[in-house]
């Protein structure tokens, strides 16, 4: 049946006649079981068109190989793959007997396959030199870890070698099935082998456009074997894996000219698959020990002078290992404080190299944690002759930014405060930086910490401010990153109870540039400050003005955020701060003559903060300008030719209502009677529905007093 089945067709009944033939080899006899082996390969000869379906079928029946168990006992470290200059591989290999009961048996077993079936896999390999075939591959590895391991080493680097040299091939057919072949290989022999194969493809992919396959197919079977992260299994060949990457994404330039000649033409060098190689290599070592060495590659060439090309791959190349890392099930959050201190302050070192030793005393001192109070790191990254040296510290910077973003910061886990607590200090001193990545990222990442009930605020407070206060008024660009991250620390710490900015700092802050274009470059973070000032209750001149623009902007602004946040800025003005009675008036005159704006959304604006004045000023001043705000209603009302604008005036007109005492109530019933009796038509349906509206109100926001 298996024979019969047409290609392309019927491939479920394949599979279940395939597994059902391996199943019954699994129960054999050895003589039994060795025949049926051996018939296959004679099927092969007679019926080569059926070579691939019978090659399947052999890797089933030597998976339920069952006359003994073959397992490999490796050592990490110079035993466990070392390759020479020849190809050869010495592997540790240990043959245990299970089902045989002597070691005739034995011998005659690693015999039959040794010097029959091994030669008709030899044969098969040979005559379809010119074809990958991943099937063969297979079978021969998977016979080979049935045999004793001297055979393995003779036989191994043939197969791997005979696979590599496909990759030269400038069809890009020949060599996607080579990856999918290697990819298979090191499946079936464990990554203990993954050594051994990317040398003997170091030694094949030498030069040129070769560089950039080796460095495309290092990331495939990678991709293919590590699914899911393996902790630990990558670090006895770490080295070597560096080296692949670095001279795919760091080739020299006359490499580099050659690959462009033919870059259009192969997907190779289209894209580099190395920073995402690095990705995987960062999620799969130890941390712990293996974390330095991953950034070797790029520490090594930050001594070098950097073009600004190599210096974005670098960038590139650290952002992939911070990705990497931050999947790593190895990393812990003490050894990953550790290692950030350490590079955070070796870069802060460069810089002022002359407060090293006060700022570890001071950040073990104010910790408590022996752990991070002790570090000194014994192998500095970072060379005092480096060009770019703050790379690594944005690196560093942005891995702690993520880890406190991603972790929950309670208030009360005191082992984590006592983590975070030193590194208040040092970021604190990144804000004096002249490197505008580092401040940015500082930052970021004293954001999350102000909230939280660190020692160190309160010492470093007066440093951050003043640090806050010079970034802000010096930054020419009110949109640019590093001035965003500036307002959002300054917000932050204006809603810290603990750490106070002074009246003259906060007048200084409201005179900062990105106030004074207010209109013109609206910005939601700019907003978020305000908000945080007049929340502080700040009285000076410039606050009642600021205030004024605001209320425009809320008018004005297209974009909802602004005008929500705008709505949320004026309202706690004009709730909090102590107004004149004209000063009062004037906002209220200009939120009435905005019930015409020109744009919808601007009228909406308006009815929605008159909504909020009428539920939450005291009643005596609703009361007071209530017929004016009545009358402005009713005009709208009666002429806004938006369903929705109609629909709110209408509910604020009701609301207002149910507020007023019942004098105004009758001067608003006298007004909706006089224009439903006048001569005006475009009033009357105004009026009917405002008469309407006082009606209802009768009996529930009014009172006895009114219906006597």
Known sequence: MLLEIQDGKAEHVRSACLEALASICGNMEWKSYYGFLMRCFREITLKSVKQKVLLRLICSVLDHFHFMETHSSQVVGDSIADVSKSGTIEMLTSTVLHTCSSSAEVSEIHACLHKNVLPRIQKLLVSDSDNVNVNISLVALKLLKLLPSDVMESQLPSIVHRISNFFKNRLESIRDEARVALAACLKELGLEYLQFIVKVLRATLKRGYELHVLGYTLNFILVKCLVHPVS????????????????????????????????????????????????????NITFRTQALKLLSPVTARLQKHLTPK????????????????ECNPSVNQTDLFVFLYGLIED????ETRNNRGSTVASASKQSGDESIGKIITSGRLIDSGSQSSHLITVFALGLLQNRMKDSKLHKKDEQLLAMLDPFVSLLTECLTSKYEDIISAALKCLAPLVRLPLPSLES???????????????????????????????????????????????????QFPLFIDLERNPSIFALLLLKAIVTRKLVVHEIYDLVSRVAELMVTSQVEPIRKKCSQILLQFLLDYRLSEKRLQQHLDFLLSNLRY????????????????????????????????????????????????????????????????????HSILEYSLSWYLGGKQHLWSAAAQALGLAAAALDHAVGPGITG
């Open 232 to 283: 630990g299994k990558l670090d006895y060949c770490l080295g070597e894996l560096l080296s692949v990457v670095e001279n795919d994404i760091l080739g020299d330039i006359s490499e580099q000219k050659e690959v462009e000649k033919i870059a259009s033409k192969m997907k190779e060098t289209r894209k580099l698959k190395s920073f995402e190689t690095l990705k995987l290599i960062a999620q």
């Open 310 to 325: 190599v210096k974005l791959k670098l960038e590139s190349m650290l952002n992939n290992i911070a990705a990497g890392i």
């Open 347 to 350: 870069g802060i070192t460069y």
């Open 460 to 510: 470093q407070a007066d440093k951050i401010k003043t640090s806050l206060l010079v970034l802000a008024q010096g930054s020419i660009n009110t949109s640019s990153p590093l001035m965003q991250s500036c307002v959002r620390l300054l917000t932050g710490l204006l809603r810290n109870t603990r750490i106070t900015l002074s009246t003259d700092q906060l007048h200084l802050v409201i």
């Open 598 to 665: 020109e744009h919808s959304t601007g009228r909406e604006a308006v009815l929605e903060m008159l909504h909020a004045i009428v539920i939450k000023f005291p009643k005596t001043i609703v009361d007071e300008h209530s017929q004016a705000i009545f009358v402005h209603l009713v005009v709208c009302l009666a002429n806004d030719s938006d369903n929705k604008v109609r629909s709110m005036t209408g509910a604020a007109i009701k609301l207002l209502i149910g507020r007023v005492s019942s004098h105004s109530f």
